[in-house]
């Protein structure tokens, strides 16, 4: 159980595009998801929280206007890059908590490549 | 400000010996505590909870947690090449559903 996709895996976009990545979890409900950023080699940063049926809290320093989030259902949010750019460029990971769990569950991740 | 420390490594161990992992985190109102482990290009998958003092322990696995001295371990018996990979230490943030991450351990199993 605890399974949790993400998609697109890997996608390539022209600078100043929009791209938007979806986040599911398949087979439990999930009250709370969290999106993540990872450069290489570097540790992950949580970008924000997404709570069904509110607006995302962000953390520090993310532009909630670059990076939209929605968590329209128990089951699925979405992040979207608006007018990327290549400093965009990295590995994005979605990751959900079961209700009343704080374990996490990751997505299997999105290679953004801005060109 | 809130902190999880690993010594990054790499740790190199010979297969079938034991890998010992350790975290210290600086939150003493955190409760629970995970390990993650991180292959290359992948992204984190979990492996082992610990909410109370004392060892836990699942399969080849043993996570073990001491609340007084705010330090989190994980000991793989056995250990494999397969289980070459970055590990991630990961400690609640006290009042909030967010969890708090180590920069992780590199662990490297040679035959």
């Known amino acids: 159980g605890a399974v949790v996709s993400q998609h697109p895996s890997r996608v390539i976009c022209k600078s100043g595009t929009s791209v938007k990545i979806e986040c599911r979890s398949l087979?439990?409900?999930?009250?709370?998801m969290f999106w993540y950023r990872q450069f290489p080699k570097q540790s992950l940063m949580l970008m924000a929280t997404?709570?069904?049926?509110?607006?995302?809290?962000?953390e520090q320093g993310v532009e909630k206007d670059k990076f939209l989030i929605n968590h329209a259902s128990l089951t699925l949010s979405t992040l979207t890059v608006t007018s990327a750019h290549p400093e965009d460029s990295s590995f994005y990971i979605c990751?959900?908590?079961?209700?009343?769990?704080?374990?996490?569950?990751f997505g299997p991740g999105t290679r953004l490549t801005v060109t | 400000q809130k902190e999880v420390e690993q010594n990054s490594g790499p740790l190199s161990v010979p297969e079938g010996a034991i890998a010992s992992l350790n975290c210290t985190y600086s939150d003493r109102g955190s409760q629970s505590f995970f390990w993650y482990r991180q292959y290359s290009g992948k992204s984190p998958e979990l492996i082992m909870s610990?909410?109370?003092?004392g060892d836990q322990e699942d399969g080849r696995f043993t996570a073990q947690l001491n609340k007084a001295s705010q330090y989190v371990s994980l000991l793989i018996r056995d250990s494999q090449p397969s289980d070459s990979a970055t590990y991630l230490c990961a400690a609640e943030v006290y009042n909030t559903d967010k969890l708090i991450f180590g920069t992780g351990t590199r662990l490297q199993v040679f035959p």
């Open positions: 087979d439990f409900q999930a009250t709370t």
């Open positions: 610990i909410y109370s003092n």
């Open positions: 997404s709570n069904e049926g509110s607006k995302a809290t962000y």
């Open positions: 990751s959900a908590s079961p209700p009343g769990g704080f374990e996490q569950y």
